[in-house]
């Protein structure tokens, strides 16, 4: 947890009183989502193919 609340803080200065490990986590998460909606979009014909079993 205690490098989690170090990376938020270099994400984003503190500006208020210490929070609590849950408010910390929540605001992660919310991080992690805010990525993943900015990930573009792979396109799915370029998707490997199963490799083929040999006989």
Known sequence: ???LH?????????TKAAKNHLT???E???HL???Q???PN??????RK????AK
């Open 1 to 3: 947890m205690d490098r």
């Open 6 to 14: 170090d990376v938020l803080r270099s994400i984003r200065p503190e």
């Open 24 to 26: 910390v986590f929540r």
């Open 28 to 30: 992660f998460l919310a």
């Open 33 to 35: 989502d805010q990525l």
């Open 37 to 39: 909606r900015q990930a």
């Open 42 to 47: 792979r396109n799915p014909s370029l998707r």
């Open 50 to 53: 199963p490799a083929r079993r």
